[in-house]
């Protein structure tokens, strides 16, 4: 069992960066693969972003690559999203998530731990 916090989520202009964490409890953290995603009102819940268990492998949505980076920290029981050059369509609630699958899942139903979910603004 995997219980995840996520923070850092808040308003910022067009252009801003934002760095969102999310704590993991458990021993086992770094055995499982870990990934953000994210929900814009009116939109289903999208991938973002996901790492492998090592942090040695990372895989990006179209829609963010170059611009966002997914970290972790196996001895801290953390993982950040590091979020540059934002947009107004970045807009959304970014839910932290954790898989026992190996590699770099993207897709919702791969993931078995949910946190809470960090509301992102951006604004124009």
């Known amino acids: 069992q995997v219980q995840l916090v996520e923070s850092g989520g808040g308003l910022v202009q067009a252009g801003g960066s934002l760095r969102l964490s999310c704590a993991a409890s458990?021993?086992?953290?770094?055995?499982?693969?870990m990934g953000w995603f994210r929900q814009a009102p009116g939109k289903e819940r999208a991938f973002v972003a996901a790492?492998?268990?090592?942090?040695?492998?990372?895989y990006y949505a179209d829609s963010v690559k170059g611009r966002f980076t997914i970290s972790r920290d196996n001895a801290k029981n953390t993982v950040s999203l590091q979020m540059n050059s934002l947009k107004p369509e970045d807009t959304a609630v970014y839910y932290c998530?954790?898989?026992?699958?190996?590699?770099?899942?993207?897709?919702?139903?791969?993931?078995?731990?949910w946190g809470q979910g960090t509301q992102v603004t951006v604004s124009s």
């Open positions: 458990g021993r086992t953290f770094s055995s499982y693969a």
């Open positions: 790492i492998n268990w090592s942090g040695g492998s990372t």
């Open positions: 998530a954790a898989t026992y699958y190996s590699g770099t899942p993207y897709s919702i139903d791969e993931y078995h731990y």
